[in-house]
């Protein structure tokens, strides 16, 4: 069984073979679920989730590079979430995983994505995912949800719903359920703006180089926007006509200027 002093530079090569390492880690905690040895399958489930974090990560830099900005949005959720997951049973791997949860919280606040949908559901059954047992307030199996058990993190499985409302948000339970709009044949489209994303991705080269941003309140020229009418949304982005909004401004438009900072490879 590898340590975790082993894999970890491993994990750091540009040719690393993510899914042979997790292949060769499962099988081994395979060994110690049959073995009944909770301490080694959890903490070989700890090296599993590492990998697979830092193989999403890699995911996350490549599909960015790709302009497949949605589908990274959705894989450093997961990214997060299996984070959330590690630190939960095993805190003391936060220094591990820091840089990864540092860069995927800078590159969700890049994002453009403002509002979210949110199903509203009453739950009428569910089940543990360690002993299939039903979740009863007055009849607790034992097993916590988030934690992890004999290798396995424990879970919640509805097996028995209603649906009641679908609600929109700002602050979503899951970030993957952006809004996107859709044109007059009920086909949805992608009507975000990249262009902070666009700019980093011309400047971060390795997805393991740290980077950080600054911003700064500017103010912009009427000149500086040659097709600017009256009726057209202020530049600003606060959402109004640019007439009820910067134009009256003596100042100018109000801008936000990002600058980036890329340490060395």
């Given at each position: 069984m590898k340590q975790l002093n082993e894999i970890l530079p491993l994990l750091m090569?540009?040719?690393?073979?993510?899914?042979?390492?997790?292949?060769?880690?499962?099988?081994?905690?395979?060994?110690?679920?049959?073995?009944?040895?909770?301490?080694?399958?959890?903490?070989?489930w700890a090296e599993e989730t590492i990998v697979g974090i830092?193989?999403?990560?890699?995911?996350?830099?490549?599909?960015?590079?790709?302009?497949?900005?949605?589908?990274a949005w959705c894989v450093a959720e997961q990214?997060?979430?299996?984070?959330?997951?590690?630190?939960?049973?095993?805190?003391?791997?936060?220094?591990?995983?820091?840089?990864?949860?540092?860069?995927?919280?800078?590159?969700?606040?890049?994002?453009?994505?403002?509002?979210?949908?949110?199903?509203?559901?009453?739950?009428?059954?569910?089940?543990?995912?360690?002993?299939?047992?039903?979740?009863?307030i007055r009849s607790m199996c034992g097993h916590r949800k988030g934690y992890v058990y004999n290798g396995e993190i424990c879970y919640n499985t509805?097996?028995?719903?209603?649906?009641?409302?679908?609600?929109?948000?700002?602050?979503p339970v899951h970030k993957y359920a952006v809004v996107f709009l859709s044109d007059d044949k009920g086909n949805q489209y992608d009507h975000y703006d990249y262009g902070l994303l666009k700019g980093l991705m011309t400047y971060w080269k390795h997805p393991f180089q740290s980077w950080n941003y600054s911003i700064e309140d500017i103010r912009l020229k009427?000149?500086?926007?040659?097709?600017?009418?009256?009726?057209?949304l202020c530049p600003c982005g606060s959402g109004k006509k640019y007439e009820s909004c910067c134009q009256n401004d003596p100042l100018g438009i109000k801008h936000k200027k990002y600058i980036f900072y890329m340490d060395s490879i």
């Open positions: 090569k540009v040719d690393c073979n993510y899914e042979c390492l997790l292949s060769d880690i499962v099988a081994e905690k395979k060994k110690a679920q049959n073995s009944n040895d909770e301490q080694v399958a959890n903490y070989l830092v193989r999403d990560f890699v995911s996350v830099f490549n599909l960015l590079k790709q302009e497949e900005f949605y589908k990214v997060e979430l299996a984070i959330n997951n590690l630190i939960r049973n095993f805190p003391d791997f936060y220094q591990i995983v820091n840089y990864h949860i540092t860069i995927i919280h800078q590159l969700q606040r890049l994002y453009p994505y403002r509002l979210f949908a949110s199903y509203v559901i009453n739950i009428k059954r569910e089940e543990c995912s360690i002993c299939h047992k039903p979740r009863l509805v097996t028995d719903l209603d649906f009641i409302s679908v609600d929109l948000v700002q602050n009427e000149t500086d926007f040659p097709e600017l009418t009256s009726d057209s």
